[in-house]
């Protein structure tokens, strides 16, 4: 009972951080909990503050390219020595380490939004499975769940060719300046749904490994007011 008046009082006073504080849901992997950073009208690239937790401006993009879906991560997942693993096994390649970040999400919906920085639940039904200077860089792709137009995908191989085509490009271009000499960025593989439900059981594991259990925070907290 203490437990859980600590908690009811906790949530009332303090917002939850949207990485380390919020669940990713019940029915992960299979329906996720997503934090959005980024809506496909964005014309500057938002990320979280990890140490605050608050949303902030990162970098404007440098050229007309715009992240066609909205754009996020899945809470409590971290790409670490699993992610690193898997995709080393799928590869066949060597060398290949986590790149410390939460596992992003990009999420198919008919839906105009306006700005970023809220909570939705999305079903993943594959994903691309990203290289970015030997670090594992996987991008989930999922859709708003009973999205009218997308909602009843439940495959990847149910989204237009030409819409992996777009997420594909935009992710591997994004970052590239006329000038500079090519980015080691690659795409080795588009995967199913159960892959990328395989990927995020991953992070999970990755990220209980380096963060601790959240279901024990709260007695720890509780054992330090007492302290």
Known sequence: MEKQELTRLLSLMFQSHPWHGVSPGLLAPQLVNTYVEIVPRDVVKYELDKPSGHLRLDRPHKFSSLCPTLYGFVPQTYCGTRIAQFCMEKTGRTGI???????????????????????????????????????????????????????????????????????????????????????????????????????????????RETFGEPESRIEELRTLLRA
């Open 97 to 207: 380490v986590g790149d410390g970040d939460p596992l992003d999400i990009c999420i198919l919906t008919e839906k105009t939004i306006m700005s970023s920085n809220f909570f939705m639940n999305a079903k993943p039904i594959g994903g691309l499975r990203l290289l970015d200077h030997g670090e594992a860089d996987d991008k989930i792709i999922a859709v708003l769940n009973n999205d009218a137009a997308f909602g009843h995908f439940e495959e990847i191989n149910d989204c237009p060719s030409g819409l992996i085509e777009r997420l594909t490009h935009y992710f591997l271009s994004y970052k590239q300046l006329p000038n500079d000499a090519p980015r080691a960025l690659e795409v080795t593989h588009v995967y199913s749904r159960d892959e990328a439900h395989e990927v995020i059981s991953l992070s999970f594991q990755d990220y």
